[in-house]
């Protein structure tokens, strides 16, 4: 199957510092991807979608200015955490699919982000 | 509101019986409902897509049903190992177009006790 790949996996960071979390398909090409976030014992809730080469759309109560996405490749979007609080730490998770024929969804691993 | 529901939080079977989980919506009209593995720490794995039109979907031990009158969807995972422990999710997209901009419930926690 197809892969995504997120790096980092767990990152810790000081109050008030950003974070870039990058998700890439390995083997094959994405014009969407899907930023979600997940916080212990909770659903995992999208948090956006990014489009190849245009702007991200962001689901409602989801900060465009805090959470910025950049998809400037096929294979390739980054989500940066901006100004990091401690209510930022979360696990981070980005999906992308093959296409509208296929059926599947695929995640990456997820990000760990630790705001101290 | 819109509510996407999976009943258990938590499930403990015996190793070589049937684990059935449950997920309930109420206030969506999906094309379609998934359900992912996920293990700790890790992102969802997708399991297995059934559509609105099919009542039932099979692989190997895995099987999910879809009742859009009730609307649940049934997930049993068959001769249950030890190994199937792990966090399984239901999802849906909101939108019923069949997009991939999913809404997950908050999954069903299997232990599989040898």
């Known amino acids: 199957g197809a892969v995504v790949s997120q790096h980092p996996s767990r990152v810790i960071c000081k109050s008030g510092t950003s974070v870039k979390i990058e998700c890439r398909s390995l083997?094959?090409?994405?014009?969407?991807m899907f930023w979600y976030r997940q916080f212990p014992k909770q659903s995992l809730m999208l948090m956006a979608t990014?489009?190849?080469?245009?702007?991200?759309?962001?689901e409602q109560g989801v900060e465009k200015d805090k959470f910025l996405i950049n998809h400037a490749s096929l294979t390739l979007s980054t989500l940066t955490v901006t100004s990091a609080h401690p209510e930022d730490s979360s696990f981070y998770i980005c999906?992308?699919?093959?296409?509208?024929?296929?059926?599947?969804?695929?995640f990456g691993q997820g990000t760990r982000l630790t705001v101290v | 509101s819109q509510k996407i529901e999976q009943n258990s939080e938590a499930l403990n079977i015996q190793e070589g019986k049937t684990a059935t989980l449950t997920c309930n919506y109420t206030?969506?009209?999906?094309?379609?409902l998934q359900w992912y593995r996920q293990d700790p720490g890790r992102g969802p794995v997708f399991l297995l897509l059934i559509r609105e039109n099919e009542k039932e979907k099979r692989k190997e031990r895995l099987k999910v049903t879809f009742d859009t009158t009730l609307k649940q969807s049934l997930f049993h995972i068959t001769a249950s190992q030890p190994a199937d422990s792990a966090t399984y999710l239901c999802?849906?997209?909101?939108?019923?177009?069949?997009?991939?901009?999913?809404?997950f419930g908050k999954g069903t926690k299997l232990s599989v006790i040898p």
């Open positions: 999906s992308a699919a093959l296409g509208p024929t296929n059926t599947e969804a695929f």
């Open positions: 206030n969506y009209s999906p094309a379609y």
């Open positions: 990014s489009n190849e080469g245009s702007k991200a759309t962001y």
């Open positions: 083997d094959f090409q994405a014009t969407t």
């Open positions: 999802a849906l997209d909101p939108s019923g177009a069949g997009s991939y901009q999913l809404t």
